[in-house]
């Protein structure tokens, strides 16, 4: 089952947020932490200029989201509706409540 409770959730799995994820467990691997992503894809934003230059192929700035989650990280595949400070609970769009003592955004929409 999920868990509903973490140190440290990473809201957003862009290159910042897979990237902040990897240095935390490298540096501490037992960390329970988790990435909330609703997107099944990771687009590779920088490589866009060259695309729109025509010198990189489109398709290799796409790739599936699951391959850049690193080990130890759990993938909780939701969209973050609202951050409740005072609670220290995340609410995701599905109305699942995650409870965590850091919650780090990298960045967020939320509409
Ligand atoms: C054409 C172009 C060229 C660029 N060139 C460069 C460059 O040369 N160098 C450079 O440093 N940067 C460049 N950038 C900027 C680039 O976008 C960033 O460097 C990098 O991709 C940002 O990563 P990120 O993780 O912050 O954001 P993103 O890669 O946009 O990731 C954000 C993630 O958060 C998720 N998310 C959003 N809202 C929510 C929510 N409410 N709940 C859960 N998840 C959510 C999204 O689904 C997404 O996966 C370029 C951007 C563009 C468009």
Known sequence: MART???VLI???GNAGISVAAHLLR????????IIEPNDKHYYQPAWTLVGG????????VQPEAKY?????????EYAEEI????NTIVARSEKQIYVRLPCCVPWHST
């Open 5 to 7: 409770h973490y140190q």
């Open 11 to 13: 809201i957003g799995g």
């Open 27 to 34: 540096r501490k691997p037992n960390l329970v932490l988790g």
């Open 54 to 61: 025509g010198a990189y192929d489109i398709q290799k700035t």
């Open 69 to 77: 989650i690193p080990k130890g990280a759990d993938w909780i595949k």
């Open 84 to 87: 409740l400070p005072d609670t």
